[in-house]
C-alpha cells in the first residue's frame, strides 16, 4: 500500500500541463460546437474505455441534445502496435445501424487505435461517425485521424490524470499532467 498521504499521484511530482479550469472552459466550447452541428438530431455517444470516461463525463453534459452513451472497450497490444493491432474487449451494448455516432476518446496518439475503431465501427452502416478527441498528438501521428473535434494539441510527453493512466493509476487527477521524476 501507498503511504497515507501520497495522493492522486502517488508521490510522483506531476506538472500541471492543462488546468481544471482549461479543461472545464474547453469542455464547455466542444459541446456548444457538437450541439450546433447536431442541432435537430439525436446521438450516440461512445466512449473508448477506459481513458475516455472522466472526459465523457463532462462532455454530455455540455451537449444540449437527446443523446445516449455507449462504450467499446480495447486494448491495443503493445510489441505489435506499429501493426496497429487492437482487440474489442468489450463491445458496443446495442446497433449503430442509422445512427449519428460520435466516438469520444482521450488521446490520439499514433492513431492507430482510432484506426481500427474507425474501420470496424463504419462497417456497422452509422449514419455518420465522428471523432471527438480531447488530446492529440501530432508530432507522434503514423496514420492521419479525422478529428471533428479537439480539445488541446499537445506535445510529445507522456500524459496523465483528467482519465488517462500511467499504469493503471493517476486516472483521477483532476487536471491533466506531466509526471516529473
Ligand atoms: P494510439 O493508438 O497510439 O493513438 O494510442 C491510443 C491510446 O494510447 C490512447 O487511447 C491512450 O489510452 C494511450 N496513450 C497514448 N498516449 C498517452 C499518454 O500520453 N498518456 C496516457 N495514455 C496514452
Ligand atoms: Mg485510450
Known sequence: MSSPGAGKGGGARIEVLISEADLAARVRALGEHITRDYAGRSLVVVGVLKGSFIF???????IDLPLSVDFIGITSYQGTTTTGVVKITSDLGRPID??????????????L???????????????????????????????????DYRGFVIGDEFVVGYGLDWDGRMRNLPYVGVPRS
Open 56 to 62: 465523457l463525463a463532462d462532455l454530455v453534459r455540455a
Open 98 to 111: 442509422g445512427k449519428d455516432v460520435l466516438l469520444v476518446e482521450d488521446i490520439v496518439d499514433t492513431g
Open 113 to 147: 487505435t482510432m484506426r481500427y475503431l474507425l474501420d470496424n465501427l463504419a462497417t456497422r452502416a452509422p449514419a455518420s461517425l465522428k471523432v471527438c478527441a480531447l488530446l492529440e498528438k501530432p508530432s507522434r501521428a503514423r496514420v492521419t485521424i479525422p478529428i
